[in-house]
């Protein structure tokens, strides 16, 4: 098993700028993928936002490259995202998720608003 405890999020104006942090603990495999899903009302699929991987690399949605930008701390444990430029589109349920070979984990999910 492995936790995941999100947090970060809230309301923000357009242009404005978010945080989100995920920190994983437990049965936790080297070779993995971190990073962050949304998913609006009405919408069934989780929209892959950002993710990173076990030993470099990233991967973004294109709809946020430029403006989102994912890292890791030093020990791998912990993914960041921060948003900038936020705009109402972005608004969503963000949820952090871990996957690797043992499967496939997600956070709660927290809520990311942009709105004047």
């Known amino acids: 098993q492995v936790q995941l405890v999100e947090s970060g999020g809230g309301l923000v104006q357009p242009g404005g700028s978010l945080s989100l942090s995920c920190a994983a603990s437990g049965s936790i495999f080297s070779v993995n993928i971190m990073g962050w899903y949304r998913q609006v009302p009405g919408v069934l699929e989780r929209e892959l936002v950002a993710v990173s991987i076990s030993g470099g690399g990233t991967k973004y949605a294109d709809s946020v490259k430029g403006r989102f930008t994912i890292s890791r701390d030093n020990a791998g444990n912990t993914v960041y995202l921060q948003m900038n430029s936020l705009e109402p589109e972005d608004t969503a349920v963000y949820y952090c998720?871990?996957?690797?070979?043992?499967?496939?984990?997600w956070g709660q999910g927290t809520q990311v608003t942009v709105s004047s």
């Open positions: 998720t871990h996957k690797s070979g043992r499967g496939d984990y």
